[in-house]
């Protein structure tokens, strides 16, 4: 089963590589095990800084009824991503937000990847499920101000 589950992840995923299989060969063999995705296609990514990513991540790990999406840490740049439906009119306004679709690429591990500088916080369950924006954009607002208060702005 769980074999299966990482299977059909690892396909889903490389789908978005401009070669599927160099990429399966890159996260299975390569020297870092990790690969360039094109977003734009199959998603776009959400990139925010580690702080409220790590903070988003955690609450919508924890919401009842809602399958949540994959989200990336890349601890070597301090960022989170989150992955979303490809939407080519998004915008997204923010301090420390960077909105990537089409033409965009990203290094990632191979979804089993959960240690490493560039690691899954959620990896992607191969079905398709990715974040919904609605629910990203509350969490996030709501992140951002909890983290204001904290730190005394």
């Not at 590589?17 to 990790?34: L, M, Y």
Request: with cysteine; proline share 9%.
């Amino acid at each position: 089963m769980a074999l299966a589950h990482w299977t059909r992840s690892m396909e889903w995923l490389a789908a978005a590589a401009e070669d599927p299989r160099a990429c399966k060969e890159e996260w299975q063999n390569g020297p870092s095990g990790i690969a360039l995705l094109a977003a734009g296609r199959f998603w776009d990514v959400l990139v925010v800084p580690k702080e409220l990513g790590l903070r988003v991540a955690g609450i919508l790990d924890e919401l009842p009824l809602i399958q949540p999406g994959p989200c990336l840490l890349d601890a070597r740049t301090h960022h989170v991503g989150f992955l979303l439906p490809p939407d080519p009119q998004a915008v997204w306004v923010g301090t420390g937000l960077r909105y990537l679709g089409r033409g965009a690429w990203i290094a990632a591990p191979a979804p089993h990847c959960r240690w490493g500088a560039v690691r899954w916080l959620c990896p992607p369950d191969g079905t398709g499920t990715l974040i919904m924006p609605d629910v990203l954009e509350v969490v996030l607002q709501r992140s951002a101000s909890e983290i204001s208060l904290l730190q005394g702005r």
